[in-house]
């Protein structure tokens, strides 16, 4: 029998890192997940997944580190010599990078490094994909590949792209399989609910419900290339099966504004998103990312992936999502009777 591939995924707790542990279980794939220590749990989006690590043939395990912590990285990747590191750990979010700017380089920019040093430094040699964002190309005019130029707008992006060449870097240097994927957004139920696509969908729930009165956001009109998380994550891992490592754009080809996402999902309910909605300074960004758009085509041709899921089918299965979340957060557990 072939032995098991061994992954670690950094991130395990977030959106991705959930969808991604699913898709490597049902490849029969062993999963380490590093895991940072928290007051409160911080595992819900796996809690499904959970398996006891007392039982035989357990199949995902967590461990505790952080990308803070070179020493954590180190002896995690020596020890476990994982085939497939998947760096999916973040201060994910672009309005708060303007905030913490310097954690948030700490982290997204030199956590990459520290891992890619630990790569190098155990000899392992695990290949390493690096979870690079559409936010790298900021200001760049759309539709944007990968020959377009960075423009970074914000600390999160400037680190992204930091890390992005990092990964380059030891590619060339060390020759360490190392893949960039440039993932345009994503979405889903699991998304952190202060994304712009998230605290819509809830806010549209608890509205409907009759819990909440007004939604109050920021920048209506930029434009985003929404796709769906779960159709991503195996872009992800169709990088790390090729003969060589390189970097592809992921992405829908379609772009919409929050303006249209919200006519999407208040529509759906039949409600007006105009009676609503409010617009609050605090939510706009220093600088803002006007249009992102992606072309593919590359990942079409050599990955022969292609997103699955549509704007108008993610903008409901979220709105549904959050509906039954709704639902059974003010009707108990048996839903309404
Ligand atoms: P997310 O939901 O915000 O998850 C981020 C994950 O990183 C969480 O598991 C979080 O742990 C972990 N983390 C944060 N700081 C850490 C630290 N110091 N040490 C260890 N773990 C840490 O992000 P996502 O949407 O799944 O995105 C996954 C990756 O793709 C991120 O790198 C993101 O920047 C990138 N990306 C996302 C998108 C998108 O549209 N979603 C697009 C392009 C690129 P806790 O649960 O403990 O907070
Ligand atoms: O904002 C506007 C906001 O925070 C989208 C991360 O996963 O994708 C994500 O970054 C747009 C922006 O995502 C609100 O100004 C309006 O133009 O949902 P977002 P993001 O900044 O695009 C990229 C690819 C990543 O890599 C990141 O990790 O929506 N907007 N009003 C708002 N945004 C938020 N958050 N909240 C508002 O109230």
Redesign the pocket.
């Known amino acids: 029998m072939a032995k098991r591939k061994r992954a670690l995924i ?8 959930s969808y991604l542990t699913e898709f490597l279980l049902a490849k029969d794939y062993e999963v380490y997940g ?3 220590r ?1 007051s409160s749990f ?1 595992t819900d989006r796996i809690d499904h997944l959970y398996q006891d690590p007392h039982e035989s043939d357990v199949k995902l395990r967590l461990v505790y ?4 912590d070179a020493s954590s990285l180190n002896q995690i990747i020596k020890t476990l010599k994982p085939d497939e590191i998947y ?7 672009v309005r708060v990078s303007f905030d913490i700017p310097e954690y948030t380089a700490e ?2 920019g030199l ?1 990459a490094t520290r891992i890619l040093e630990a790569i190098r430094d155990s000899g392992v040699m695990s290949k390493y994909y690096q ?5 790298m190309f900021g200001n760049s005019a759309p539709p944007q590949n990968e020959r377009t130029p960075f423009y970074p707008r914000s600390p ?1 992006a400037a680190a ?1 792209v930091y890390a992005y060449w990092m990964a380059v870097n030891y590619r060339e240097a060390y020759d360490i399989f190392a893949c960039n994927g440039i ?5 889903s139920p699991r ?2 609910e202060t994304f712009v696509t998230r605290k819509i969908t809830m806010a549209l729930a608890r509205i409907k419900h009759g819990v909440q009165k007004d939604l109050f956001l920021g920048n209506l009109e930029s434009k985003r290339d929404w796709g769906f ?1 779960g159709d991503y994550v195996e872009a992800m891992w169709l990088m790390l099966q090729q003969d060589k490592p390189d970097d592809y754009v992921i992405a829908t080809g379609q772009t919409y504004s929050v303006k249209d996402f919200l006519i999407e999902a208040f529509g759906y309910v039949g409600l007006d998103w105009e009676k609503y909605v409010k617009i609050d300074q605090r939510y706009f960004r220093p600088t803002e990312v006007d249009c992102l758009l992606g072309d593919s085509r590359k990942a079409k041709k050599i990955l022969h992936w292609e997103p699955k899921t549509d704007f108008k089918q993610l903008v409901r299965m979220m709105v549904d999502a959050d509906m039954a979340c709704v639902e059974k957060q003010i009707y108990g557990t048996k839903g309404r009777r």
């Open positions: 950094t991130g395990i707790t977030g959106q991705d890192g590093l895991v940072r928290s911080n580190g952080d990308l803070n760096n999916l750990a973040a201060q994910s979010h982290i997204v956590g979870a690079s964002s559409s936010e999160y992204k993932l345009f957004n994503h979405e998304r952190g998380a």
